[in-house]
């Protein structure tokens, strides 16, 4: 967490909860606190719950019932599983697939990644939940 950035963004939070008033007291840089105890404790908590915020999802990933794919976003991940979801549906429909041999389509998924192994069976967590 960027401390300087989200200084600034308490600040702001700050003066829009309390009607425009500044902060009056000091920011204290070498301890990271505000002098009063009143803007110091709402400053603790601000930062408590960035700590426990959903972070930023690197990859994520779509199953279409054959082969996964690796995408950036949740919503491209989610977009190519309904993708598939449709594909299925239409064959389905057309009575071109036999429920009970063709295809995975119960497996088609969507997530985020957590961890990837290595090809020297390692295991390395995703960057956003260590």
Not at 77 to 83: L, P
Request: aromatic content about 14%; glycine content about 4%; some cysteine.
């Amino acid at each position: 967490m960027d401390i300087q950035k989200e200084r600034k963004a308490f600040e702001n939070w700050w003066e829009a909860f309390h009607n425009d008033r500044q902060i009056a007291c000091d920011y204290v840089e070498e301890d990271n606190s505000y002098s009063v105890g009143y803007a110091n404790a709402q400053w603790v908590a601000w930062q408590a719950a960035k700590a426990q915020a959903i972070p930023k999802l690197n990859k994520c990933f779509s199953y279409d019932g054959n082969n996964y794919e690796v995408h950036d976003t949740l919503a491209e991940a989610k977009q190519e599983a309904e993708r598939a979801i449709e594909y299925f549906r239409d064959r389905l429909a057309d009575q071109q697939l036999d429920p009970e041999c063709d295809g995975n389509f119960q497996r088609v998924s969507y997530g985020v990644v957590l961890a990837e192994s290595g090809r020297d069976g390692s295991v390395n967590l995703n960057n956003s939940y260590k």
